[in-house]
């Protein structure tokens, strides 16, 4: 760890220490001005105080604003800010040098990830490079693929072998001893960060896993820790909850609670080792603050915020989505601001479309999976009709500035299929029934499917179900179909140009397929996600070089898509024009830069179809009479109809008239 020498320092003007007036912070709360003076006291010599001081000037009230309406009401609401604001001190204190110089670029240049430049990759350290020096080794692949973010699934210590693919973390300080140790990652970030490419990690705060030394605490009784997780003695309450809660995972437990060897119950949404913490409880916060800046001081640029829905409760609603769990994010997001401002925040909200808004702000999360986009995509594929998705990007894609999508084909998890209702029936679709029709499709039970998809979490109750499997097996590569290749290339296609963080799974680049060899592995059999996270295999690795193959022809023509945008600024930011293409098959839009010099007009069309479709001439009149299309290499008149082949994808280049 470096030290904190002056000589580290990046303070514009240095005054000298002792000379430095002590701020005192004005707040209607006397409680808040005590707490702040309180850290001053103590600190205000130190020679990073004065970043910090100005940090928490610019943020206490926020961060105050959203903790009060919380715990406000509590006596011990002082002690608790006085904690929290030493929590962020020490953190500050001991953050690296170089993150606090990347602090303050990243402070002068906000809007840094609406580049054009931006394309993210996300693995499992284990599978795809071994563990995390198997990781480092990798970095001139992902610098050659053209990656500028890569998020690692949670590398952090869990129970062994159930721990739900790392989302059941015992330490936030440990990484698992097979991956290496927790220097090692420090040591991928600083690396990865030297070549340009952010290091994304999961901030998993709706739980610990039942190995958290809070966890046993509580289980044994310890006074302090009995009240950071939600243990009932009886059922009376579980079910009272239980009445009005969706259950996730009912493959492992119906319900939101798992018994406890001495008869209690405990809030566990997710599986029965994985216990949800008691965010009423201010310790849990102060606690939870620490575990977060700590993996700041990694060197982590973005941050995943694992299931934020799930994080606030309360008897009689559906205990998702609710206010507080957006104060607790923006109070977080706070937090961030004062001591480790180099880090943004990515809001992984699975939800109804017009609850994955709600947490996107330049004051709560910054990034956001688009999680409708990615089911949309899926959802065109298989009716070959792209209203939905045309739709979505009409009025559900625009977002606040200094935000921006994160654009994906596939993740970790299952598909589900969370376009809303209301927004389907107005194009004369019913949700239920088309959502029926879309897991029957992606499980290869529907004529004409060309996907070997498997269905995750079936449950007959209520006829729910989504979808697990590969891009490329539910893009037909495993059965064969002779439009594979294009379809993968266009759902991608769509993603590197919509806007926003495109978002690659690796393998994807070159067509992993579904790997059944995960019902061998006791800690994964009865989760069928793991069909989709298969190990790197090293041969269709290597295939990827070879233009015969699948792998060959995906590697090259997704590589050919990443250095396309990485040289059109029109892609950067997320502003896009819906174009519509009056051919129920073609999906169209156009992107013009935000903001860069050098953006313009592109206009995407992209067929959904394994049949030629028209573009007719009269819908292409507001366009120049010529137009080159960047990703074929040639010329086309916009003058005659344009004919599009199967599934083909057209970047027309209207720049220069
Ligand atoms: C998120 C993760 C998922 C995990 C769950 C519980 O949804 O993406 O993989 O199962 O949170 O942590
Ligand atoms: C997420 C979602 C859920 C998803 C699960 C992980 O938080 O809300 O739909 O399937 O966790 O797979």
Known sequence: MAKNTSSTLNVAAPVPAAAAPVATFDHPDVRVQRAHAAVAAAHARD????????????????????????????????????????TCWTSWHARAADLRSLDARREAEPDWFQSHRMVGGVCYADLYGGNLRGIEA??????????????????????????????????????????????????????????????????????????????????????????????????????????????????????????????????????????????????????????????????????RMDAVAFIWKRLGTSCENLPEAHQLLRAYNAVARIAAPAMLFKSEAIVHPDDVVKYIDPAECQISYNPLQMALLWNTLATREVNMLQKALAERHHL??????????????????TFADEDAIQLGIHGFDHRTFLNRFYVNRYPGSFARGVPFQDNPATGDCRISGTAASLCGLEQGDPHAVARMLLLYGVALSSGGIPLIYLGDEFGALNDMGYLQDPGKAGDSRWVHRPARDPVRFEQRLDPATDAGRIFAGLSHLIRLRQHLPSFGGGRLTPFWSDNPAVLGYLRHGEGQTGGGNILVLANFSEKEQVVAARVLSGMPGAAADLIGQNGHDLRSDLTLAPYQMVWLDCRRG
């Open 47 to 86: 020679p990073l105080w004065p970043d910090f001081a100005r940090r928490l000037q610019q943020h206490l009230g926020t961060l105050v604003g959203e903790l009060a309406p919380l715990y406000g009401h509590r006596p011990d609401f002082e002690a608790f800010l006085s904690r929290l604001l030493l």
């Open 138 to 303: 990798q970095i001139p692949y992902f610098k050659s693929l053209g990656l500028t973010y890569l998020h690692l699934m949670p590398p952090f210590l869990c129970p062994e072998p159930h721990n739900d693919g790392g989302y059941a973390v015992s330490s936030y300080r440990d990484v698992k001893p097979s991956l290496g140790h927790i220097d090692d990652l420090r040591r991928l970030a600083q690396k990865l960060r030297d070549e340009g490419i952010s290091l994304v990690l999961d901030f998993v705060f709706n739980h610990t896993s039942d190995e958290h030394e809070w966890a046993r605490a509580a289980l044994a009784g310890d006074p302090r820790h009995k009240d950071f997780f939600y243990i009932f003695e009886g059922r009376e309450q579980p079910d009272a909850y239980e009445r009005t809660l969706r259950e996730i995972f009912p493959d492992e437990h119906p319900g939101a609670f798992s018994p406890l060897p001495d008869n209690r119950w405990v809030w566990t949404t997710f599986h029965s080792y994985q216990w949800d913490l008691n965010y009423a409880n201010p310790d849990v916060f102060d606690a939870m603050a620490g575990e977060m800046l700590a993996i700041a001081n990694l060197g982590v640029e973005f941050l």
């Open 400 to 417: 606040p500035a200094h935000t921006a999508w994160v654009n994906y084909v596939r993740s970790h998890d299952d598909i589900g299929w």
